[in-house]
């Protein structure tokens, strides 16, 4: 009986292992998560004759991801992550810490690995994680604010961590964590679309004058 549970606990450990080893590799929707819901491509705004018009309406494409909970709940005003669709308090409770990554003696990264790790038979189905897993700082805050808003702030070098517009466009289309969105883990519903198909929508905004919508 005690060896067999011992095989147990291994066979399971290994099957942990090799998930944690898949995560990243691809994207596969997981069998039983909601289908991403869908993401008009820059191709589809060419029919917007004046630029300007043109980028707003790309930008206000771009807000769907950008205002999705996944990526809204690491972008908080308040100094504490949210959790969930509908923008919870973090459970535990969790602050930002001087530098984002938690508190001391309870970093980030004591729950938070560099990939998802699947939760056996547990009411959470999986535990987010990316190498760079942080709260956003108080500069890129987005909860609470309007479109117009968010767009300012995310152009403005002296907000968005001293980038230029295709440092922006590169951090959107190509930064891991940003990527996150799409991979987040059994039980969380994706952002909508792909990752290159926002960072397509981002170049466009930018090739139309980067137009924010009032704020
Ligand atoms: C785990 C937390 C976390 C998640 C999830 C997250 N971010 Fe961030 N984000 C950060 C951190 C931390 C920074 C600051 C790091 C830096 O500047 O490189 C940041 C910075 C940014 C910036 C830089 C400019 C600015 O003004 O905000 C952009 C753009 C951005 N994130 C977009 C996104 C998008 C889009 C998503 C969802 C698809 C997302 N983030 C999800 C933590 C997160
Ligand atoms: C004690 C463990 C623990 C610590 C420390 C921790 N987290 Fe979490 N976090 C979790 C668990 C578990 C979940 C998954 C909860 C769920 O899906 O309901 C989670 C979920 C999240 C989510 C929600 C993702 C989503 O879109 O639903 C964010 C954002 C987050 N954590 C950010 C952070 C940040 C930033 C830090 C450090 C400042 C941090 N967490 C520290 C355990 C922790």
């Known amino acids: 009986m005690r060896a067999l549970a011992v095989v147990l606990v291994a066979g399971s450990l290994m099957v942990g ?4 080893s898949s995560v990243g590799a691809a994207t596969p929707a997981t069998p039983d998560a909601t289908p991403p819901e869908t993401l008009k491509s820059a191709a589809d705004f060419a029919s ?8 707003l309406a790309l930008f206000a494409e771009m807000g769907k991801v950008i205002e999705s909970p996944r ?16 923008r919870h308090p973090h459970n535990p409770p969790m ?20 990939a998802n790790v699947q939760t056996w038979g ?18 890129m805050a987005w909860q609470g604010k309007s479109l117009g808003e968010i767009c300012a702030q995310i152009k403005s070098p002296a907000k968005n961590g001293g ?13 891991h964590l940003v990527g996150w969105g799409w991979n987040p883990g059994e039980g969380r519903k994706p952002a ?7 960072g397509e929508l981002v170049q466009a905004w930018i090739d139309t004058g980067a137009k924010c919508p009032k704020a």
């Open 17 to 20: 292992g090799a998930v944690l």
């Open 48 to 55: 917007i004759k004046d630029p300007g018009a043109r980028s």
């Open 71 to 86: 990526c809204m709940n690491c972008h908080p005003v308040q100094r504490a992550p949210t959790q969930g669709d509908d």
């Open 95 to 114: 602050v930002a810490g001087q530098s984002g990554h938690g508190p001391v003696g309870l970093p980030c990264s004591s729950c938070h690995g560099p």
């Open 122 to 139: 547990q009411d959470i189905k999986s535990i987010p994680g990316d190498p760079k897993w942080a709260l956003a700082p108080v500069e």
């Open 163 to 175: 980038r230029s517009l295709a440092e922006l466009h590169h951090h959107m289309a190509e930064d």
């Open 192 to 198: 909508p679309g792909t990752q290159a198909q926002f």
